[in-house]
């Protein structure tokens, strides 16, 4: 019986050291994808952080809101309503699903404000935000 129970234990083990290195593996990836898509330096690590408080990449965040040029203010709202409306629980939707919609809303007002702020920044370089 401890053989069987020692056998579990480390095969416990392992199975939790793979999910936690692929884990950090993935947050690796997306950290480099992040610096590598928003130019490196300030606005890579400004994306990178604004990924990792909304938990996705802008990316995703269109792609949930079937948006593609975030200047259409009208479309990104829109397509939220609608989305968050019909994933209502009391509609028969999704609580998780609901929830993805509005975690790709944050993201996208999270990477507008980015892009407010650094062109604010630009017009104005000594702003020390």
Known sequence: MAKYLAQIIVLGGQAIGKAFAKALRQEFAVS????????????????????ARTGMTLEEA??????NDLKNLEDIVKNYEHLFKVNEKSNGGSFYLQSKVFRAKERIDAELQNLKDSSRQKEDPTDKR
């Open 62 to 67: 269109k792609q949930i809101l079937n948006v």
């Open 32 to 51: 480099q994808e992040a610096a590598r898509r928003g130019g490196g330096g300030r606005e890579g690590r400004k994306r990178a952080e604004t990924n």
